[in-house]
């Protein structure tokens, strides 16, 4: 079985504090991917990467970056966290670089900045 | 409009019902759809593709409707375990034809 892990279950963070989240996956996927989820708005597309040390934004980037050092490991960072960007964050892997293949997610890190 | 635009719902349904969901999608270029599910505070999980055919597993049937830009799913004989949010999947939309994921429909079934 696939298995792709996150770093933390539940975070609380200050205004303002660099905030890391880390992924990991097992299974020598190419691509991987941050989503967040809030209500009434589903998933959005944070950033993804298509191999070691390759990124690219996706819906919304603003206020995120991203790292891939590794092939089975892709970190988000909030440089300073806000209050908006409360939410549940996921991360994603798949196989092969085309979007018809199955994406496999995380439990997700719920974050609350204070 | 929203590029993948579900009913949120919640269907309540008794055990035992037959249940349909639609997903209307944007972009006529789309070629992939997925219908993921999510359980309450767990990550999604693929359900099943949908294939211009349409295809069925088990209780679940998932249709396309290219011309009308749509995709169905029917949920037959309803199970207590089916409650949860049922997210419609389309790429297409994003840099790199990624996915892009509806806002889900919650289905709860009663006994």
């Known amino acids: 079985d696939v298995k792709v892990t996150q770093s933390s279950r539940y975070l609380v963070k200050r205004t303002g504090e660099k905030v890391f989240l880390e992924c990991v996956q097992d299974m020598d996927h190419e691509n991987m991917f941050w989503y967040r989820q809030d209500p009434g708005l589903g998933l959005r597309l944070i950033y993804f990467s298509y191999d070691v040390k390759m990124k690219e934004k996706g819906d919304i980037p603003e206020g995120y970056s991203v790292s891939r050092e590794k092939k089975e490991r892709f970190s988000l960072i909030l440089e300073s966290a806000s209050t908006n960007q409360t939410s549940m964050y996921l991360c994603?892997?798949?196989?092969?670089?085309?979007?018809?293949?199955?994406?496999?997610f995380g439990p997700g890190t719920r974050l609350l900045v204070l | 409009r929203k590029e993948v635009e579900q009913d949120p719902g919640p269907f309540n349904v008794p055990e035992g019902a037959t249940v349909a969901f639609n997903c209307t999608y944007s972009?006529?270029?789309?070629?992939?759809f997925f219908w993921y599910r999510q359980d309450c505070r767990k990550e999604p999980k693929l359900l099943m593709s949908v294939y211009s055919s349409g295809n069925e597993d088990g209780r679940f049937t998932a249709q396309l409707n290219r011309a009308s830009q749509y995709i169905s799913l029917l949920i037959r004989d309803s199970k207590l375990s089916d409650s949860a949010t049922y997210l419609c999947?389309?790429?297409?939309?994003?840099?790199?034809?990624?996915?892009?994921f509806g806002g889900g429909t919650r289905l709860m079934v009663k006994p």
């Open positions: 972009n006529s270029a789309s070629q992939s």
């Open positions: 994603a892997s798949s196989l092969i670089s085309q979007a018809q293949e199955t994406q496999y």
């Open positions: 999947v389309v790429n297409g939309y994003n840099a790199g034809n990624m996915l892009t």
